[in-house]
């Protein structure tokens, strides 16, 4: 990549998985049935992957149908970072008056994030790019791919790419990437107008508190452990497969109780108990058939079952019977199945 082009800067899910801006009531159109079909773009200028576009080009956007103004100008935005002086609208286009005239040899990228609303408050649910260069031609590397997402959704989840000799880290105030892009459905993802030959890393950003900006003890930023190289006998890599596990999510554990004698008195609960705090407890009622379901934060817990006989939501040692207590670990995201927690047949122990 040139030395002249300098890096990208628009917050990824800062401005791709930017926060609901409000709780937009549907109504339906007049005369007809609710609108619940989600806008989308119907065509852009310039469109993407244009080349030779004008330093002083009028960027504009036409949606699919009437948008809600506020949330669709606060979800546009410009990279490298580039303010935008002016919104306009007309009918279903909207217009973007820059304050500042494009760098020739820089490819762009239009922002659009999936909270746009069109009028009848249904968002776009996903996000669009629009990426196009003020050079002579249009640079046709590409990274692609897909997201296997573990405690979050992979649509909206943005891609920040880096070029690796510059042996940068991701730092989302400065919001210093060279490239980006955003998933879609199913998590397909593709980052555009990389240069050939380059070398890459990518990170991956998901704005889970949807405030603009990384915070580690609620979003997701974490890197893949892949040196991306494109070359010209190979300047596009459209195979890639990154996990992305959410460290805040809990972990799911579900299974069933045994139960020798068959009681149908009182209610069969599994209790869990931190490990980490002792006063810490999530409890759950069995299904007729012993079953049963609980959603535990990452951690050590330990599960009881037992007869509640009284009610009153506490284990009696002396007069319920309950299993023997079973030590977990409990990862983020993760699913533990087909637990089994055995009764004993009389009341007491440890």
């Known amino acids: 990549m040139s030395a002249s082009r300098r890096p990208f800067a628009a917050g990824v899910t800062t401005l791709l998985v930017l926060a609901a801006l409000g709780c937009a009531k549907r109504e339906p159109p007049s005369g007809g049935p609710p609108d619940i079909i989600p806008p989308r773009i119907l065509s852009s200028a310039p469109d993407s992957g244009a080349a030779r576009v004008p330093p002083d080009v009028l960027l504009s956007i036409t949606f699919t149908e009437a948008m809600e103004p506020r949330s669709t100008e606060e979800s546009v935005a410009l990279a490298p970072r580039t303010e935008i002086l002016k919104r306009r609208w007309k009918g279903r286009t909207l217009s973007l008056v820059l304050a500042e005239r494009l ?3 820089h490819t762009y990228t239009l922002f659009v994030g999936g909270t746009a609303r069109d009028r009848h ?3 776009m ?3 669009a790019t629009i990426v196009f260069s003020t050079r002579d031609s249009f640079p046709h590397g590409r990274i692609a791919g897909e997201i296997e997402a573990r405690g979050l959704e992979a649509q909206g989840v943005a891609m920040w790419c880096y070029e690796a000799a510059g042996g940068r880290v991701p730092d989302s105030t ?9 998933a879609g459905e199913q998590g ?16 991956a950003f998901a704005d889970l508190n949807n405030n603009h900006s990384f915070e580690p003890l609620t979003d997701v930023l974490a890197a893949v452990d892949t040196l991306i190289e494109l070359t010209p006998g190979r300047p596009v890599i459209d195979s890639l497969r990154v996990r992305l596990v959410n460290p805040h999510a809990p972990g799911s554990v579900r299974g069933a109780v045994l139960d020798s004698l068959v009681d149908s008195l009182g209610v069969m609960r599994v209790v869990a108990e931190s490990e980490k705090d002792t006063t810490r407890h999530v409890a759950a009622v069995a299904d007729t058939d012993g079953t049963f379901e609980l959603q535990l934060d990452a951690g050590a817990w330990r599960l009881r079952a037992f007869r509640d006989l009284d009610r009153n939501e506490t ?6 019977r309950a299993s023997d207590r079973l030590l977990l670990r409990i990862e983020p995201a993760g699913d533990i199945v087909d637990l089994k927690l055995r009764l004993r047949r009389g009341p007491g122990g440890p």
Do not use: I, K
Request: proline share 10%; charged share 40%; hydrophobic share 30%.
């Open 174 to 182: 400065a919001r210093d990437f060279d490239a980006l892009g955003l």
């Open 315 to 320: 284990w009696q040692p002396d007069e319920e």
């Open 188 to 203: 397909r993802f593709r980052v555009d107008g990389l240069d050939v030959p380059g070398r890459y890393r990518l990170w």
């Open 125 to 127: 649910g996903r996000g």
């Open 103 to 105: 760098r020739p040899d």
């Open 121 to 123: 408050g249904n968002p």
